[in-house]
């Protein structure tokens, strides 16, 4: 049998020791002649382009996706390949990250980190970020798809892209952790869960404009602070 690409080696590598519903489960390999293919679970598609239907979809497919990432930094491994073709969604509406090329364990050296050519990163970033990497990616995904469900661009800022901004930084020690960053989108989503229900059981206009403001991003804190200037 033909020698296997260090590549596919770091995939069955983190693969068999990673195991998650929102990390994609190695089902086996397949191999003839020169060609050597690892075989996983038929996907539905991957986030290239997708567009999620509202806000609800957006909130849990966001914390699909920092849930398999936190999974992944738990089990001492760094992705460093998120981006939308590495993010799957599955039939069942499950977010599951994978193409594992890349992944190394934490204390191992990132063979190619030089060598980059796809997805979005600071390139100011050393392979010294580590799982800051992964969280800035993260962050990159993240303001992509509040964008596509907005269906347009907006300076207003609401929490998920207040969350973004602070996975972009420059800095990586000035980024949150994966932990931190599982427990905003949750917050967020349960809140304005709540929010959904108290407006249906009450009709209180009071919380029905909340939710305007704050889930259909109208809020615009600029104007505001221009008025109060005027007076």
């Not at 990616?137 to 207040?162: H, M, Y």
């Not at 931190?180 to 108290?198: G, P, Q």
């Not at 259909?216 to 200037?229: F, G, L, T």
């Amino acid at each position: 049998m033909k020698r296997l690409a260090s590549s596919t080696k770091q995939e069955i590598s983190a693969l068999s020791r990673i195991s998650h519903q929102n990390v994609i489960k190695l089902g086996g390999y397949a191999y003839a002649d020169e060609y050597f293919a690892l075989v996983y679970e038929r996907v539905q598609q991957d986030l290239e382009g997708y567009k999620p239907p509202n806000k609800v979809e957006l909130d849990n497919l966001l914390l699909g996706l920092a849930r398999g990432l936190r999974a992944i930094h738990s089990a001492k491994f760094i992705h460093w390949d998120i981006q939308p073709r590495n993010i799957l969604l599955m039939k069942d509406g499950t977010v599951q990250i994978a193409d594992f090329g890349l992944a190394t364990k934490r204390n191992e050296k990132m063979k190619f980190f030089n060598d980059r050519r796809h997805g979005v990163f600071n390139p100011d970033d050393t392979e010294d970020a580590k799982e800051k990497f992964d969280v800035f990616c993260f962050g990159n995904i993240l303001r992509q798809l509040v964008l596509r469900e907005k269906d347009r661009w907006s300076p207003t800022k609401c929490a998920r892209t207040l969350l973004s901004d602070r996975c972009i930084r420059g800095d990586p020690n000035e980024r949150p952790s994966i932990d931190e960053v599982v427990s905003a989108i949750k917050l967020n989503r349960d809140v304005l869960s709540l929010l959904r229900i108290m407006l249906t059981s009450e009709n209180n206009v009071l919380i029905e404009n909340f939710i305007a403001q704050d889930i259909q991003n109208e809020m615009e804190p600029e104007s505001s602070s221009r008025k109060r200037k005027k007076h």
